[in-house]
């Protein structure tokens, strides 16, 4: 997640334009889930909290529901779920939300869900304790968890800006894998595979390339060049892909710059890439650890 977001994600609803970097993230993170979904049988699945993606809120989980899972998301911005909502309509896609202040409780019985998701949002829940007690008891095959990579050139960039007075909601103290990792287990499930996601040759930066050069770079660097951002006729987006315009995105047919031996989705530049890792339940999917996690 790209720490803009926080202020301007309501210009995603208005002028849908992702850029290349969230648009190739899309694919990435798709890909993943649809493998997942394939592999072990998902028919439900919940996004919680669904805000936390740089780009268009609450369409994570899309290619899901696209495969007939039933799909449920929470956000804590009355205003935003109805935006994630309408958009939803306009897609014909059908999903359930949920009003959720805080998220210290997920109000839905015991393994309701196949497979629970977070993107980049667990630093706006309040007791991150208390919420993945909450999401272990909710879901009864999977937790997929992914969080901003600390160590990214993107992060430390934007946290060049950061105070807790300035950004009241963040607490990037909950997304800390080891720390996240050490709750699930004594909730009673299994690390199944930790890596990394989302590995472009350009970082996350949460603003359009011409902004980022202009904020960053001194003038002596840049000349007397400028830059202006301009509104491009057709916004950049994975909209187009499921309105249908845009069948198979030019992005897919982009091979990624990696080694045959490199994972889907990482590359040989993962130290700027979001780090996720995934669970499952000892007990219910019998998941083991593989060795070289």
Known sequence: ??????????KYFEYPHEGMGSSYERIVLNRKLLQLAEKHGIATAIETPCFGFTGISGINLMALADKGIAISLEDDDPQRLELIEALW???????????????????????SFDLSFSFSALWFVDGLRDFMNELARITAKLIF???????????K????????????????????????????????????????????????????KEDFLQKWLPRRVLGMASFKTARQAHPLSILDFYTG???????????????????????LLSAVSAGWFLTGSAVKARFRCPASV
Not at 1 to 10: F, G, R
Not at 91 to 98: A, E, N, P, V, Y
Not at 245 to 267: F, I, K, M, Q
Request: glycine letters at 6%; hydrophobic letters at 35%; proline letters at 15%.
């Open 157 to 208: 960039l934007q946290f060049r800006d950061y105070s807790p007075q300035r950004y009241p909601s963040l607490k990037p103290e909950q997304i800390d894998p080891p720390s996240i990792i050490t709750l699930l287990v004594r909730a009673g499930w299994q690390l199944l595979e930790a890596d990394y996601i989302d590995c472009p040759p350009w970082p996350d930066i949460g603003m359009a």
């Open 145 to 155: 968890i992914s969080v901003p990579n600390r160590d990214g050139l993107g992060y």
């Open 1 to 10: 997640m790209a720490i803009p977001i926080i202020t301007d994600w309501e």
């Open 89 to 111: 309509q306009r897609l014909g896609r059908h999903l359930q939300t949920r009003l959720n202040p805080g998220f210290r409780q997920l109000d839905y019985p015991d393994a």
């Open 245 to 267: 315009e845009d069948p198979a995105p030019s992005l897919v047919r982009t091979p990624c710059p990696a080694s045959p031996e490199t994972p889907l989705g990482s590359s």
